[in-house]
């Protein structure tokens, strides 16, 4: 196997992105909103904040490959594991960036329908991004990638040592 995925459309931008432009485009068709009223500048910031961490989740990780002289398209071979830097603390940060940047800009701009396209970019990204660069990263590293698995979440945090 020579990378994780072999088509075009097999990167974050299109596994989000799609859901996104369809939630846009349903809002338009048929526009709802959360009755924000006086919460309104709380989950406005709320959302401000989630796109400043996706965004901040989405650099980190861009960094952190290209430190190791790695690639950000999983349509390249990888020739390390990367699990230093933010990878120390998720195995998918670039994912989980995306997922907050989107529920970030649903929040922010009241757009329910981005929020509700997040269900089936999550389930989206989880078969088509993440279980085959998983099959591939554990048939390219072996025990080395076992325990990275067994030490580092999916999507966020450390996993705890059993005493």
């Known amino acids: 196997m020579n990378a994780a995925h072999n088509r ?4 974050s931008e299109v596994v989000f992105g799609v859901p996104l432009l369809a939630a846009l485009l349903l809002q338009v068709v048929v526009p709802i909103a959360f009755p924000y009223g006086s ?4 989950l406005i910031l709320a959302g401000v904040l989630m796109i400043l961490l996706g965004i ?5 990780a861009r960094r952190e490959f290209a430190r190791q002289g790695q690639h950000t ?5 990888t020739t390390g594991l990367v699990t230093s830097g933010i990878f120390s603390f998720s ?6 960036g995306c997922v907050c940047l989107v529920a970030g800009i649903g929040l922010a701009a009241n757009l329910p329908w981005v929020l509700v396209s997040l269900l089936p970019a999550v389930v989206a990204c989880h078969i088509i991004l993440i279980a085959p660069e998983e099959h591939y990263l554990s048939a390219r590293f072996g025990e080395e990638y076992a325990r990275y698995t067994a030490s580092v979440n999916r999507w966020i945090g ?6």
Not at 8 to 11: E, I, K, N, R
Not at 39 to 42: D, E, K, L, Q
Not at 56 to 60: P, T
Not at 91 to 96: A, E, G, K, Q, V
């Open 8 to 11: 075009w459309w097999q990167v």
């Open 39 to 42: 919460f309104a500048p709380v």
């Open 56 to 60: 901040w989740l989405i650099a980190q």
């Open 73 to 77: 398209d999983p349509g390249h071979p």
């Open 91 to 96: 195995r998918n940060p670039l994912y989980l």
């Open 158 to 163: 450390r996993t705890r040592k059993k005493l």
